[in-house]
C-alpha cells in the first residue's frame, strides 16, 4: 500500500508552513524526513496520517482520498498508525493493553497468537518486563518505544513516527529505527519517520530534507 502527498499545503491562521509538498511513499520503504525544528514535520505527518485536514493538495492512501470535502475519510484512515511526539499510549491501559486495545478498536478479536505477537514486539523494544505497568510509571524513552511497538502491533499498512528516537540513547534508537525498517520490508508497509536524529540515517531507504515547508 502506498501514501502519496500531493501539492500539500497548510496555513495556521495567516500563516502558510507547508508551501506545496508532493511525497510519495511506496510499500516496502522506510523513509527518514529531516529537517529543523519547526520546518513543518509534525504537520506534514499529521495530514498523512488524517490528523489534519490540509488548506490545499490531496493526499491517497492507496488509490483512496484520505480527505473528501474537506473531512478525513475513517476508511482510508483506517489503513495508517502513527506514533506521535506526545505520547500516543491511552493513559488508563497497561503497555501490553495499550497493544491488544487496536484489536478492540478495529474491531477484531484478540487471539493466543496475537498475544504472543504483541509479547514478541515488546520484547523487541525491551519492554516484556514493564507490560504491566502503566503509561505514567514509564520514562519518556519507554513511553516512545511503547508507542512503536503499539503502532506495529496494528499491521498497518502505513505506519508515520514523529521523533520516534528523540529520547533514546543511539543503540535503542537503532533498535526502533531497524524494527520500523524490518516492518516496512518484510510486511510491505509503507514508513514515513520524522526525525533529527542522524545516526540510523544508513537504515532508512531513501532520505528527505524539509526546510522552511518545503522538500529539498
Ligand atoms: N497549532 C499551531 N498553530 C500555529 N502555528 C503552528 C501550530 N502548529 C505548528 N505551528 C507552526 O508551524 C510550523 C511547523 O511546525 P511543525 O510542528 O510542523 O514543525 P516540526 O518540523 O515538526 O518541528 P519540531 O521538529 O520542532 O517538532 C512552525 O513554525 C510552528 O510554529
Redesign the pocket.
Known sequence: MTATLNDIRHG??D?E?LHGVDLDLPAGELVALL???????????AIAGGLLTPTGGTVHINEAPLYVDGKVDRKAAGDTAYVL?ASSLIGFLTVRDNLLVRDITAGRRTTDADRERAADLLDAVDLRSKADRYPSQLSGGERQRAAVAAALYTQAPVILA??PTAALDRHRGRAVMELLARHAHERNAAVLV?T?DERALDLADRVLR?ED?RLG
Not at 35 to 45: A, D, E, I
Open positions: 495556521y491562521g500563516v508552513v529537517g529543523p525544528s519547526g520546518s513543518g514535520k509534525t504537520t506534514l505527518l511526539q514523529d521523533e520524522c533529527h524539509i515547508g
